[in-house]
DNA sequence: ACCTGAACACCGTTCAAGT
DNA sequence: ACCTGAACACCGTTCAAGT
């Protein structure tokens, strides 16, 4: 039973996983595909058969953090939380505290692309905008927010979580200063 | 007298020239410096007296791109704007510009670093940060923004053009979106 | 369909030696 | 002080071969 195929229709998984603590224990220089398939007990060929090369498991590593982060968001939106107000903080603080557990990860997942995205990362990414979008939506229509423009609005909302989370990974400031940020990037929004 | 050392003391900004050019053209990946090193028309192993490591050029990289940003920051400080916002915006258009041609470099600049950054390129990152603290403080004496909370307010600008910018360099936003970016969160922090 | 293992080209880093 | 060139370990990628 134990026998040759340790990994049979999991290696991708098991890859990926292991990518992941990786990035998050080592950084991304030390994220390497050779390593993966030792650790995960087949030769470093293996992986070729689920990702046709490194940037294309970086893609799936990107792809898993957008469609995280886009649950915890619309898991906001799925909470019971009455006021609005709450319910921006609180997907902002989600998205500061990815920040800080996965610093490479969020690099990674906002790092320019020389070439066009594949399609699933696309989607996933699109996911997690269309998620804080329905939210600055909902905000409107409870009347917490200005209806302006609410496009505008959603890539203000967006680029401001986006910005307090860079300046926290990079090191500029402290996560308990990010979470500050938000409230005044929050008040700043709710009061226009 | 073209004899052998190519290079008299100026290897280490040939290196750095080269360096930041492939950075522009072909990202990280392709910087290599073993390459450079060729380019330059030297041995593989010379870039080593001036770059204890490939860190540590990438340090180096990073630390004149805070400066040469901190530098345009300053001048939009000396320019003759009359107009506080006019000099606001002109500081965040600086900021997305610099996004757009310099994508990877500006990943590089705000990547999460495992240890501590060396000397000069903190320096190289307050002086820009100060830079942007300095142009809030003034548009706060000409009475275009809130008293508040100084620091805070600096903060805030600093995390909205570093989000903007990152929507921009990820390919999320086009440019000109980032422009009109600018123009609402100006708009929102002016009128706060 | 998935994995093995040899092969190739490239790389970062170290270091003794040259000038 | 700066550069050369050999050496080492590691890597990504390709591919014929196995099961």
């Keep these: 039973m134990t026998s ?5 229709g999991n ?4 890859l990926l996983d292991q990518a992941e603590q990786t990035l998050r224990e080592r950084g991304i220089d030390a994220l390497s595909l050779r390593e993966l398939a030792r650790k995960a007990g087949v030769s470093h060929g293996a992986p070729r058969s689920h990702f046709v090369d490194r940037q294309s498991l970086l893609d799936a590593l990107a792809e898993r953090g957008f469609n995280r982060l886009a649950g915890e968001v619309e898991a906001v939106m799925a909470s019971d939380a009455a006021n609005y107000r709450q319910r921006l903080r609180a997907a902002a603080a989600a998205y500061v505290h ?3 557990t996965d610093a490479a990860l969020l690099d990674l997942m906002f790092t320019a692309k020389n070439g066009n995205p594949p399609e699933g990362l696309r989607a ?3 996911r997690l905008f269309a998620a804080v979008g329905d939210l600055i939506d909902q905000s409107i229509a409870a009347g917490e927010l200005e209806p302006q423009d ?4 959603q890539l203000l909302f967006a680029a ?6 860079s300046l926290v990974t990079s090191g500029r400031i402290s996560a308990q ?3 500050s940020l938000i409230d005044d990037a929050i008040s700043l929004l709710v009061r226009a």
């Design 4 to 8: 040759r195929p340790f990994h049979h």
């Design 11 to 14: 290696l991708r998984a098991v």
């Design 98 to 100: 990815f920040a800080v």
């Design 124 to 126: 996933a990414s699109g």
């Design 150 to 153: 609410p496009h505008r609005l």
């Design 160 to 165: 401001v979580m986006q910005g307090i989370a």
């Design 177 to 179: 200063d990010g979470d």
